[in-house]
C-alpha cells in the first residue's frame, strides 16, 4: 500500500515504506522487521518513525500487537486491513 500512499496522499502524508525495498538499506529494512513482526523493542522503533497512523494487514502480527497498546485506537477496519491511530 506505500507506493499507493504515496502516489496519492504525497506530501501531506509522509509514507514510511513501500514495495521498493532495494532502496532503504538493509539498516531500515531490519528496523522495519523490527516493527512489522513486533519483536522487542517494537515500540520503541515505531516511536522513532514519528508515525501516528499506521495501516496494516488486519490479521499481522502486528496489528495484533498494537490491538493490545493502550496508546493506539482502530481507525477504521475491514476484511484485508486496519488502520490504527496514536
Do not use: M
Not at 496489528?63 to 486491513?81: F, G, P, T, Y
Amino acid at each position: 500500500w506505500g507506493g499507493y500512499l504515496i502516489w496519492s496522499l504525497y506530501p501531506d502524508y509522509p509514507v514510511f515504506i513501500d514495495g521498493r525495498a532495494d532502496v532503504y538499506g538493509a539498516d531500515f529494512i531490519n528496523r522495519y522487521a523490527t516493527i512489522h513482526q513486533a519483536k522487542s523493542g517494537w515500540e520503541e522503533e515505531l516511536d522513532k518513525t514519528g508515525a501516528h497512523l499506521v495501516l496494516i494487514e488486519k490479521d499481522s502480527i502486528l496489528a495484533q500487537a498494537l490491538r493490545q497498546s493502550d496508546k493506539w485506537v482502530i481507525l477504521c477496519e475491514d476484511d484485508l486491513s486496519v488502520i490504527f491511530h496514536e
